[in-house]
């Protein structure tokens, strides 16, 4: 496998230093565009050659997937917690603890947003948490009951004793004017209006 | 894809990769707690290219005829995960036994994500 990777790293850089060279040639006026053209119109012009283009781009599309597999794979693979039970090993992604985080926004009113973004670290796991909150809200109250509750979620869910560290950025604050500017166009605003928001709804009026 | 082999006096039983990735998804799915069984990448591309067959779940065949299980899953909310988990295992093991006769070396549970049922979160 370390092989394939190897490979498409190489195969990547080279294809890349190829772009960047061309590139290179063409600004000193070294390659004209009749060059360019020429060679497009050769490998239009045969059976064979318009072939061997469609397969070389096929062949570069499933080394782009695998690549980014590979990728993606690494990265999913990094961001987990793992456990090792008699088993086998019980590994939990750090997404999966953001959806349990992002359910608590359920449970409290006064939020109106919450992002999460955990981080698994030596010293335990540290919670940053991006809140929208509604202008009622009491913040250090609220704020404190939201670290309790995350904190303890987290805890009964995945049944550690680490040190949690929540940080808690409160992002924005919504006021109710806020809310009744974001209605007052659906209920005061022109009826013509209103309807030429509609598709064709104010066709022929002026 | 390779086939666990087992030679009898009749004949010879091969057991695909995906008989047991399906066993093993049913097993789990069997555990309270689990949501369904995740997806990875090359399941999402086979959804886009609008095929379901493909599991998800990872089987490898080992040494001495022992089998690897890697089994991605979500969880449902409100449930202990490393709870679910381990519930997992053992059920999917003592399925792969009896079902099989393999020896199942181990089940490596990767939680992807936690969701609510349908029914509660449209209720919320």
Redesign the interface.
Same mark, same amino acid.
């Given at each position: 496998m370390r092989f394939f990777n190897s490979l498409g790293i190489v195969f990547y850089a080279t294809v890349i230093t190829i772009i960047g060279a061309g590139l290179i040639i063409y600004s000193f006026n070294l390659l004209q565009p009749a060059q360019i053209s020429d060679v497009l119109v050769y490998l239009q012009s045969g059976l064979n050659t318009r072939l061997i283009v469609g397969l070389s781009g096929l062949l570069l599309i499933l080394i782009s997937f695998s690549f980014a597999q590979l990728i993606l794979g690494r990265f999913q693979s990094e961001k987990t917690i793992a456990f090792t039970t008699p088993s086998g090993e019980v590994t939990v992604a750090l997404s999966a603890v953001e959806d349990l985080i992002r359910r608590i926004a359920v449970l409290l009113p006064e939020i109106r947003e919450l992002r999460p973004d955990v981080i698994a670290g030596k010293k335990g796991l540290m919670v940053d948490l991006r809140v929208i909150l509604r202008s009622e809200a009491n913040i250090p109250e609220l704020t404190a009951r939201l670290q309790e509750l995350t904190k303890s979620k987290i805890q009964s869910a995945l049944g550690i004793e680490e040190q949690i560290n929540i940080r808690i950025h409160i992002a924005k604050i919504i006021t109710s004017e806020e809310k009744d500017k974001k209605r007052k166009p659906q209920s005061g605003a022109d009826p013509v209006e209103q309807q030429a928001g509609l598709p064709y709804g104010g066709y022929g009026r002026l | 894809m390779h086939k666990e082999e087992s030679t009898l006096d009749l004949g010879t039983i091969k057991i695909h990769k995906n008989v047991i990735a399906s066993i093993a998804s049913l097993a789990a799915l069997e555990i309270e707690g689990v949501r369904k069984i995740g997806k990875d990448?090359?399941m999402g @591309?086979w959804e886009m290219a609008g095929r379901r067959s493909y599991s998800s779940v990872k089987v490898m065949f080992e040494k001495n005829d022992e089998v690897?299980?890697e089994l991605p899953l979500? =969880?449902r909310?409100n449930?202990?995960? @490393? /709870?679910v988990?381990?519930k997992v295992? /053992?059920n999917v093991?003592n399925a792969l036994e009896r079902m099989t006769n393999l020896t199942?070396r181990? =089940?490596?549970?990767?939680?992807?994500? =936690?969701?609510?049922d349908e029914a509660s979160s449209r209720q919320?």
């Open positions: - | 990448f090359k @591309l690897c299980v979500v =969880i909310y449930f202990n995960v @490393l /709870e988990a381990n295992q /053992e093991r199942v181990n =089940i490596n549970v990767a939680v992807q994500g =936690i969701e609510k919320s």
